[in-house]
């Protein structure tokens, strides 16, 4: 297997929030990021100080940001 190929590229593109701590050092981060090259997507995951390493997360489109935001304002409001 050819590690090189398995590479990820990343850009953080803008950093919205600071979520909270996860583990020693690292925080839990919402930012736009770019993988890849790709068009960048809110992406929430746990982040080394640094920001060269990263913890399992997710990336969102816009319009998936748009239907998680609703669903979670529903559930806050009860």
Do not use: C
């Amino acid at each position: 297997m050819d590690r090189n190929r398995d590479l990820i590229q990343f850009r953080i593109d803008r950093r919205l929030a600071v979520l909270g701590p996860s583990g020693k050092d690292w925080t839990v981060e919402l930012n736009l990021v770019s993988w890849n090259g790709r068009e960048p997507k809110l992406d929430l995951r746990s982040w080394d100080p640094s920001h060269e390493r990263m913890g399992k997360g997710i990336a969102l489109t816009r319009d998936e940001a748009e239907k998680l935001r609703d669903a979670l304002a529903d559930y806050l409001a009860t």
